[in-house]
């Protein structure tokens, strides 16, 4: 097996050799053709890179002081209206792009409350499973701290127009209110977008 592999790795060197000689060669009898060819890979190149970058340049940090956490955003959040929630918000922002929609909220919390996170948790999955254009809503509920504060951590699916949806999110107890990041997508496309912007969240 290893004397076959030599074999191998050994033609490959020849035949990259005699690549490179045959192309040197050409370079050498034709050097503007081969000045035009190096010029159009490098704009090739270039162009490459714009697309490649392009869809990051909107990207930008967003302190979202009324809610108490920061998170980079694909396009700026706008404030929104309660909506109807309840309990009701004491701010609300949406940032939404084709590939995701992303509402980030703050809510008071109540006193005696044993677990504040789980509580928001739940009536924000239930205004979720309540909206006429949403169906179907799974979720499942972790608990786990969020930068040392207590948290809950929601993965979950719904249908919306026929479509099949995601919904991530995390809801976190700061001083006197439960600040709380959802993720809605539906592709792949989206998921990557989720994943960004979860791994930027912080705490002012």
Request: net charge negative; aromatic share 0%.
């Given at each position: 097996m290893k004397e076959?592999?030599?074999?191998?790795w050994q033609d490959l060197q020849e035949k990259g050799r005699a690549c490179y000689a045959r192309l040197r060669e050409w370079t050498v009898s034709n050097p503007r053709r081969a000045t035009q060819r190096a010029a159009f890979l490098v704009v090739a190149l270039t162009f490459g890179l714009i697309i490649a970058w392009y869809p990051f340049t909107g990207w930008k940090t967003y302190d979202m002081m009324p809610v108490g956490l920061t998170v980079d955003l694909p396009s700026k959040p706008v404030a929104a209206g309660a909506g109807g929630r309840v309990p009701t918000p004491v701010a609300v922002f949406e940032s939404r792009t084709e590939d995701v929609a992303v509402v980030v909220a703050a809510f008071e919390t109540v006193t005696g409350e044993a677990n504040p996170a789980h509580h928001v948790l739940k009536r924000a999955m239930d205004y979720l499973a309540h909206r006429p254009d949403m169906a179907d809503v799974e979720y499942q509920i972790t608990t786990r701290p969020f930068k040392r504060r207590p948290a809950c951590h929601v993965s979950g699916k719904f249908?919306?127009?026929?479509?099949?949806?995601?919904v991530v999110g995390t809801f976190v107890v700061l001083e006197g209110r439960v600040a709380q990041i959802l993720c809605l997508f539906?592709?792949?496309?989206?998921?990557r977008t989720m994943e960004r912007i979860m791994k930027s969240v912080d705490i002012l």
């Open positions: 076959e592999t030599a074999a191998i249908t919306r127009d026929g479509a099949d949806c995601r539906n592709d792949l496309e989206g998921a």
